[in-house]
């Protein structure tokens, strides 16, 4: 069983940045699929970058494309999202999901963290 914690969430201006980490115990995510979604207030949680398992795909929505990068360390069991230029649509709850599934994950992946607040206003 794997159990993931979000990091690194916070207030940001507008064009700051932030970088989010999920760190997993509990198992490996060395066989897991790791996306990252976000969800905007009111609205539905919507899957925004995912990388494979052994880090050789990422796939990103376009919204974020050129400004966030994902990225794993399977030695520290952990992934990241590194967010530049954000904009006020970027604010919500972000969360970390992993699953044996290929990218891009959906809803019902097997393991979910808590979720990390990120607010960008001026």
């Known amino acids: 069983q794997v159990q993931l914690v979000e990091s690194g969430g916070g207030s940001v201006q507008p064009g700051g940045s932030l970088r989010l980490s999920c760190t997993a115990s509990?198992?490996?995510?060395?066989?897991?699929?790791v996306g990252w979604f976000h969800q905007a207030p009111g609205q539905e949680r919507e899957g925004i970058a995912c990388?494979?398992?052994?880090?050789?795909?990422?796939s990103y929505l376009e919204t974020v494309k050129g400004r966030f990068a994902i990225s794993r360390n399977n030695a520290a069991n952990a992934v990241f999202l590194q967010m530049d230029n954000l904009k006020p649509e970027d604010t919500g709850i972000y969360y970390c999901?992993?699953?044996?599934?290929?990218?891009?994950?959906?809803?019902?992946?097997?393991?979910w963290g808590q979720g990390t607040r990120v607010a960008v206003s001026s």
């Open positions: 509990g198992s490996t995510l060395d066989y897991l699929s």
């Open positions: 999901a992993a699953d044996a599934t290929s990218c891009p994950l959906g809803s019902r992946s097997d393991y």
């Open positions: 990388i494979s398992s052994d880090g050789a795909s990422l």
